[in-house]
């Protein structure tokens, strides 16, 4: 498979190239692509090196698949034009999520959705992906009714300068801010610009591509999202109120036979998710579940994910190895 990397240099895609590896993708040839700055760069793959490539060069070259992650700008721009030259894209921004003719992808539950006419795919937000994850096979058991979910989110989510941020706080060092504010000892309430209606974007992906993913807009959700100095990973407290009640270990059963789900769930031995042991992993991790004992049929949560690895670049991976398992490029 001939495979372009769009945003080859950046932090998630540093992280594709590294997935593809694990995972041992059949790569035959790499492109990676950046912007111009980047161009004639080198990059190690595999053992090989491999030098960027703009991004015409890239359409020109026609590769199998290629691995979005450059921005919504980009993506909207570009993903057209290696689509017209034969080429399938799996997007990681947000530009095509809630396109009616865009298909929204989390393989583990809607990867059978896909055909050889999907010349662009998206990959969901990095917080929706860990959360649908947990709650498909919930919904198709108990139908959900309403989800309330608080994130607190890794400012990788941000990128490399929201990094360095950090790293100059703790270290005393003024610097650039990716932020308004410190994040070091904080909690930033707002990921991503605000909407007319008060929630940021970020919430509002929460609610719109978790009814998208489930294909059901009957399903309520609120969401707010908060950036925490965290590297590892995202976490999610997720309330879920359900048509039908349930017991709390066939909840735990139904999780622990998911594909992709690590439950990890003992008061007694203190075991519970945390983004410190998530990072660099590709599972959702799940536990403190437990009955909300102030109103009938509801469930509470906590949710864990690596989200440059299941949360971007594994997501996005995944979709493509389904791709060539299937036949469909």
């Not at 979910?149 to 989510?157: C, E, L, N």
């Not at 909690?187 to 909407?195: G, K, Y």
């Not at 945390?274 to 949710?303: C, H």
């Amino acid at each position: 498979m001939k495979i372009a990397v769009v945003g080859a240099t950046g932090m998630v895609g540093e992280v594709m190239l590294e997935v593809l590896a694990k995972r041992n993708f059949p790569v035959t040839e790499l492109i990676p692509v950046a912007s111009e700055k980047s161009v004639g760069k080198e990059i190690e793959f595999n053992g090989k090196k491999y030098k960027v490539v703009g991004l015409q060069t890239a359409v020109d070259m026609k590769a199998d698949i290629a691995l979005f992650s450059a921005g919504g700008e980009t993506s909207l721009e570009w993903a057209p034009k290696f689509a017209a030259a034969g080429t399938t894209v799996i997007d990681n921004s947000s530009a095509w999520r809630m396109d009616a003719n865009t298909k929204l992808i989390v393989p583990e539950i809607n990867a059978n959705e896909l055909t050889k006419d999907d010349k662009i795919i998206a990959n969901p937000n990095c917080s929706t992906i860990q959360m649908v994850l947990t709650l498909a096979p919930l919904h198709k058991k108990y139908k959900i009714k309403r989800v309330v979910v608080s994130t607190y989110q890794s400012i990788t989510g941000t990128g490399v300068k929201a990094v360095q941020q950090l790293e100059n706080e703790y270290a005393g060092i003024k610097g650039e801010m990716a932020y308004k504010y410190p994040i070091h000892r904080n909690a930033i309430p707002q990921c991503d610009s605000f909407e007319d209606n008060g929630y940021t974007k970020e919430e509002m992906k929460l609610v719109r591509e978790t009814q998208k993913i489930l294909g059901d807009k009957t399903i309520a959700v609120t969401a707010t999202a908060v950036r925490v100095p965290i590297v590892g990973g995202h976490s999610e407290a997720v309330n879920v109120e359900f048509t039908n009640d349930f017991d709390v270990n066939d909840v735990r059963q139904i999780l622990h036979e998911t594909e992709g789900i690590v439950v990890q769930d003992n008061n007694d031995t203190y075991t519970y998710p945390m983004p410190k042991y998530a990072q660099g992993k590709d599972d959702v991790f799940v536990g403190r579940i437990r009955r909300d004992e102030s109103q009938p049929n509801t469930l509470n949560m906590w949710i864990v994910a690596d989200n440059l690895r299941k949360g971007a670049a594994t997501n996005t991976v995944q979709i493509a190895e389904y791709l060539v398992e299937h036949n469909l490029v």
